[in-house]
């Protein structure tokens, strides 16, 4: 999952690979859906797409309160889940525009959700144009 924060607390997002509009593949060119941060937005598709770590977890709980593994193995195993292949990767994406602020939101969002492999980096050319053309 691509997300992309820029100016007036915006948020969107995209799944999978970009694609431009010209692509050689003929593929359909990435669009960019809004969303806000509330638990209507941002959090719940995040627990959506991320749905086979958060119920692993969740199983895990029930494991560890009933005294069946031990907080050790809780642990571990919940750090497994949340690095599996099936578990969702997010990239945080930002124009000079957004605020240090989102960014953080978007991070303690990602840890409410249980999401394990995040990064910050930059937005490539394309997915810039396509940003700009969004907040016209």
């Not at 509009?21 to 991320?50: R, V, Y």
């Not at 009933?66 to 809780?74: G, V």
């Not at 099936?86 to 124009?95: G, Q």
Request: aromatic letters at 8%.
């Amino acid at each position: 999952m691509n997300i992309i924060l820029t100016k007036d607390h915006k948020v969107f997002y995209y799944k999978g690979q970009f694609n431009a509009p010209d692509n050689k593949e003929g593929k359909p060119a990435t669009q960019l859906t809004e969303t806000t941060f509330s638990s209507e937005g941002l959090h719940k598709i995040l627990l959506e797409m991320n749905s086979y770590a958060h119920d692993e977890i969740a199983k895990l709980e029930v494991q560890a309160r009933n005294k069946q593994i031990p907080d050790s193995t809780f642990k571990r195993k919940a750090m497994d889940a949340k690095g599996d292949r099936r578990s969702l990767t997010a990239l945080i994406k930002t124009d000079d525009k957004a605020t240090y602020k989102d960014v953080v939101d978007v991070v303690d969002e990602l840890n409410v959700c249980m999401v394990g492999k995040y990064v910050i980096i930059d937005m490539s050319g394309p997915e810039y144009a396509l940003l700009t053309e969004k907040i016209k």
